[in-house]
């Protein structure tokens, strides 16, 4: 009766997943629902709910398609853990994405950099705290298309 056992446990865990996508999809689309009002009362427009519906579900395909590529990046690099190499080499098709992410690289380098720093030599000192944080615009006219 092992088999049984083991159909339930798999049926189960196909049951937990496809719940948690449609949370993962719940969530996207209310994300997308938020920023489609921030730009609409920005641009003075309206967003029908089926576009709302329209750019959520694109956007869940993308990050689908992004995180195989994440994972395919990895393995060809023969690593179990995605690095922002991979993330970096995803980003390539957008000049601007690409720039956006190698400043938060170098930000992160110099950051842990400072860290390291502290611990050797300053320890017990107050830690300084960061300026605000400003994101850059990403503008179409940035990105690239290579299709």
Not at 65 to 90: C, P, S, Y
């Amino acid at each position: 009766m092992a088999e049984a056992g083991d159909g339930a446990g798999a049926e189960a865990e196909a049951e937990q997943r496809t719940a948690y996508t449609q949370r993962l999809r719940a969530a996207v689309h209310f994300t997308v629902g938020c920023l489609c009002e921030e730009v609409g009362e920005e641009k003075q427009m309206e967003f029908s709910k089926q576009t709302i519906a329209a750019i959520s579900e694109t956007t869940f395909r993308q990050c689908e398609n992004f995180a195989k590529d994440l994972e395919l990046f990895a393995k060809h690099g023969k690593r179990t853990t995605i690095n922002a190499d991979d993330v970096k080499l995803l980003a390539r098709r957008s000049k601007a994405l690409q720039n956006f992410i190698k400043n938060k690289c170098d930000e992160l380098a110099a950051n842990n950099a400072e860290q390291k720093g502290k611990k050797t030599g300053t320890a017990g000192k107050g830690k300084k705290k960061s300026d605000g944080h400003i994101e850059p615009t990403v503008t179409e006219n940035e990105d690239i298309t290579n299709d």
